[in-house]
T-cell receptor, first 116, second 116 residues
Framework: DQQVKQNSPSLSVQEGRISILNCDYT??????FLWYKKYPAEGPTFLIS?????DKNEDGRFTVFLNKSAKHLSLHIVPSQPGDSAVYFC???????????????FGQGTILTVHP | NAGVMQNPRHLVRRRGQEARLRCSPM?????VYWYRQLPEEGLKFMVY????????ESGMPKERFSAEFPKEGPSILRIQQVVRGDSAAYFC??????????????FGSGTRLTVV
């Protein structure tokens, strides 16, 4: 039962262009969403997050959009840089009522390659 | 300020042996989460611990796996009688308080367990 899905295993983008990574979820109880970036042989690094009360959050070159009705979120990277090449994981948390203890449900990841 | 330290980085065990994975959280963090990443998959929640307490072990396999976070020392994930299917990357994350998803958790670099 995959509650968080990243349907694109990989994405290839030219340097300077926009990268758009997508994520879908099925659990209506999810109310917080995060994106992590992961390099080989390292742990995931937190990138950006968004609460379900918002539909957009921006941090520098990174913007996350949330469409609750479609249960869909996306991460936009503009402009893309070769150093952005990594695996990107979408994650979700259901904190409402404090019963989830903040545990995260991850998608399968999307490998982003930014070509110079 | 050291990050989350996991050791060993790589661990090779023969089938039937025991594996012990250690995680030292960031200074001041008393909440520890363990996640497992199987090949080609996203991270899956295993267990959430506070000092001397297991809070949520809903992601732990019913047999052979155990975790602890003693008053002194690192958190330990223990796998008894390892099988080939246990081969994975095991990540530990820590946070200063429960449900700190707003800023994301800090993950360690992981322990890569290979069962031969």
């Amino acid at each position: 039962d995959q509650q968080v899905k990243q349907n694109s295993p990989s994405l290839s983008v030219q340097e300077g262009r926009i990268s758009i990574l997508n994520c879908d979820y099925t659990n209506s109880m999810f109310d917080y969403f995060l994106w992590y970036k992961k390099y080989p042989a390292e742990g995931p690094t937190f990138l950006i997050s968004i609460s379900s009360i918002k539909d957009k959050n921006e941090d520098g070159r990174f913007t996350v959009f949330l469409n609750k009705s479609a249960k869909h979120l996306s991460l936009h990277i503009v402009p893309s840089q070769p150093g952005d090449s990594a695996v990107y994981f979408c994650a979700a948390s259901a904190n409402a009522g404090g019963t989830s203890y903040g545990k995260l449900t991850f998608g399968q990841g999307t490998i982003l390659t930014v070509h110079p | 300020n050291a990050g989350v330290m996991q050791n060993p980085r790589h661990l090779v065990r023969r089938r039937g042996q025991e594996a012990r994975l250690r995680c030292s959280p960031m200074k001041g963090h008393s909440h520890v989460y363990w996640y497992r990443q199987l090949p080609e998959e996203g991270l899956k929640f295993m267990v959430y611990l506070q000092k001397e307490n297991i809070i949520d072990e809903s992601g732990m396999p019913k047999e052979r796996f155990s975790a602890e976070f003693p008053k002194e020392g690192p958190s330990i994930l223990r796998i008894q009688q390892v099988v080939r299917g246990d081969s994975a990357a095991y990540f530990c994350a820590s946070s200063p308080r429960q449900g700190s998803t707003v800023y994301g958790y800090t993950f360690g670099s992981g322990t890569r367990l290979t069962v031969v």
